[in-house]
């Protein structure tokens, strides 16, 4: 079963990442107290998988993630899946591609990344998420298809 390992948020931009044993997801914006939190934005929330991290000997936390799941391929979501943790859904909203910060924690990371930074998440409905919260994923948005007639 898919869940919740970590949490974390940044307290300030480039400040380093406070890990969290709970954390409110504010709808339409992010974690609450993080940096990074943006209403309306599609960066809301961070979603990495241990099993990537582990595979790269990263240590959760360090490529800036606000939640590692685990038991969850993560890379293998679509845009606009929607995922439920206690409360809260998210919707993931973009493939996070990895930048030159990834740099700064070891030459080449940024490449390594490549397909595998994780997936960006916007806040559905909001609430607490605690580590050890399942994570059920949930129907991917789905397109109308247009009515043809014969």
């Keep these: 079963m898919a ?11 480039h400040a380093p990442m406070e890990k969290l044993a709970t954390a409110r997801a504010v709808e339409n914006s992010g974690l609450q107290g ?5 209403s309306g934005g599609k960066r809301q929330v961070l979603l990495v ?3 990537t991290l582990g595979s790269l000997n990263l240590v959760p936390g360090i490529i800036r993630e606000n ?6 391929d993560v890379d293998a979501l679509q845009v606009g899946q929607k995922l439920r943790m206690g409360s809260v859904v998210l919707e993931v909203s973009a493939v996070c591609e ?8 070891r030459p080449g990371l ?6 595998r930074r994780g997936m960006l998440c916007r806040v559905l409905s909001g609430g ?3 580590c050890g919260d399942a994570i059920v994923l949930q ?3 789905s397109t109308p298809q247009s009515d043809v007639a014969s």
């Design 67 to 72: 939640i590692t799941a685990q038991d969850l």
């Design 49 to 51: 998988d241990a099993e």
């Design 128 to 130: 607490t998420l605690k």
């Design 110 to 115: 940024q490449q390594e990344l490549q397909g």
């Design 3 to 13: 869940k919740i390992l970590h949490l974390f948020r940044a307290p300030k931009r």
């Design 98 to 105: 990895p930048c030159e910060l990834m740099e700064a924690i």
């Design 34 to 38: 993080c940096a990074h939190a943006r």
């Design 139 to 141: 129907a991917a948005r």
